[in-house]
């Protein structure tokens, strides 16, 4: 894990890390997941072959979760003490960027909720869905900025961007430039 940049909204820190997710020790990490909490390949599958079949389970029992909104598990063995699974658009289906911006102020208000500190999101809906990477990574940054900038009061000390590739890298550092330029 290598920490890339760091910029500061109302005393709180905005992070961008190159990574697993899986290994993120923070107190909810996000899943990019589906409706239906299939936590089969990209980053979930990954979440629940190291965190055990209990986040699928959990995923299970809640069911259906509709695009643009989160839903919470615990984490297993994962080093996290949550899962926030975040359902973000399919590329091509309808209104993708406002379904993307929701799903990430959705998980961020889980967080909140839950008085959770520090929370890690990968870049949602930019693989297997195929949303533009460049545009995933400057409606999360933008919506996490803004969320910080809104919430005075908010438990959340960090919210860190974890990506997994240097393509997807190369986009978060251009919106991390533009914070801190
Ligand atoms: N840590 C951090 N980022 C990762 C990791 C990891 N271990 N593995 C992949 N990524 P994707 P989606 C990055 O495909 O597009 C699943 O089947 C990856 O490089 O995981 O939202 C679900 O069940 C990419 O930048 O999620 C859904 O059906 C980003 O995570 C569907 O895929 C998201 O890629 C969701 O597709």
Redesign the pocket.
């Known amino acids: 894990m290598k920490i890339i940049a760091e910029h500061k909204v109302n005393n709180k820190l905005i992070r961008l890390v190159m ?5 993120r020790d923070v107190d909810a990490i996000v ?4 409706s ?12 629940v072959r190291k965190g055990g079949q209990i986040i699928q389970d959990e995923s299970d029992k809640i069911g259906f979760v509709p695009v643009g909104d989160a839903a919470i598990t615990t984490a297993g063995k994962l080093p996290s003490k949550f899962v926030i699974h ?1 359902v ?1 658009p ?1 590329m091509g289906e309808g209104d993708e960027d406002n379904k993307l911006k929701n799903a990430v102020i959705k998980s961020l208000k889980l967080a909140v909720e839950k008085g959770l500190k520090s929370i890690s999101m ?10 533009p ?1 460049d545009r ?1 990574a400057k409606i999360l940054v933008n919506e996490a900025k803004e969320f910080l900038q809104e919430h005075k009061d908010t438990s959340l000390e960090i919210v860190e961007f ?4 240097d393509l ?1 890298l190369g986009y978060f550092k251009q919106e991390f430039d533009k914070l801190n330029g």
């Open positions: 990574g697993d997710i899986t290994e899943n990019a997941a589906n239906h909490l299939q936590h089969g390949g990209g980053v979930a599958g990954a979440i975040a973000g399919r990968p870049a949602i809906s930019s693989g297997i869905f195929g949303f990477k995933c974890c990506v997994f590739d997807t």
